[in-house]
């Protein structure tokens, strides 16, 4: 496979990816942190397939990536108050939260009842997920190796392995973002970041 490489700033960039990620191709493009792959969250054979470019374990869960908060509702069920308001707080922003899944998402984005989502706060990366829906997004990287701030370096690791990267620049970077489980009374933090638990407490 070739990897064909596009400029953010071409005007049919975001058109491309819609037709690669329909028929079933991964995507790299740049967010907030670093350099994500993803392809359209309900679509599992594409999913599984970024297990297979990534030389990922199965057993991992992808989170997923939408444009803005109401699409929650698209890859969530029941969601909790508490979510929506840590939502309306903190999105677009490094908060990915744990939520009660829609049955209808495929296995291989998550094998357990819930899933994360976040809003990144990416131009590049909001213009794509507004176009396409939500995505199943993990770092463009062959796992263990460092996570790609740059479309050069996604290039480097998974050139040949998959159809498309979006060039927008280097990535901002910095440390992932806060996971919250959002499935109980209170949020619980399962991997620190930019946002503390004391913030998300007097959100909530």
């Known amino acids: 496979m070739k990897t064909q490489v596009i400029s953010a700033k ?12 329909s028929a079933g191709g991964l995507v790299a493009f740049p967010t907030d942190t670093v350099y994500g ?3 359209l969250a ?6 599984e397939s970024i297990y297979t470019a990534k030389d990922r ?3 991992k869960a992808i989170p997923i990536l939408i444009g803005d908060a109401r699409g929650l509702d698209k890859i969530a069920s029941n969601v ?5 308001r840590l939502a309306a707080r903190f999105w677009p922003g490094p908060l990915t939260l744990i939520v009660p899944k829609l049955p209808t998402l495929p296995e291989t ?6 899933v994360g989502v976040r809003v990144p706060d990416h131009p590049v990366a909001r213009a794509l997920l507004q176009a396409a829906g939500p995505m199943a997004v993990t770092s463009a990287n062959i796992s263990g190796r460092p996570s790609p701030a740059t479309a050069d370096e996604v290039q480097a690791q998974l050139g040949g392995r998959i159809a498309l990267i ?14 919250a489980d ?3 009374r209170q949020p619980i933090v399962l991997r620190a970041g930019p946002i503390s638990l004391e913030q998300l407490l007097a959100a909530a």
């Open 42 to 47: 309900f679509d599992g054979k594409a999913v």
């Open 109 to 114: 984005v998550s094998a357990t009842d819930t």
């Open 57 to 59: 374990p199965i057993e």
């Open 37 to 39: 792959l993803g392809a």
């Open 10 to 21: 071409s005007q049919n960039a975001i058109q491309l990816a819609l037709e690669i990620l």
């Open 80 to 84: 909790p108050d508490m979510a929506r």
């Open 166 to 179: 979006i060039d927008g620049g280097r990535a901002p970077g910095g440390i992932p973002s806060t996971l």
């Open 182 to 184: 959002c499935t109980g």
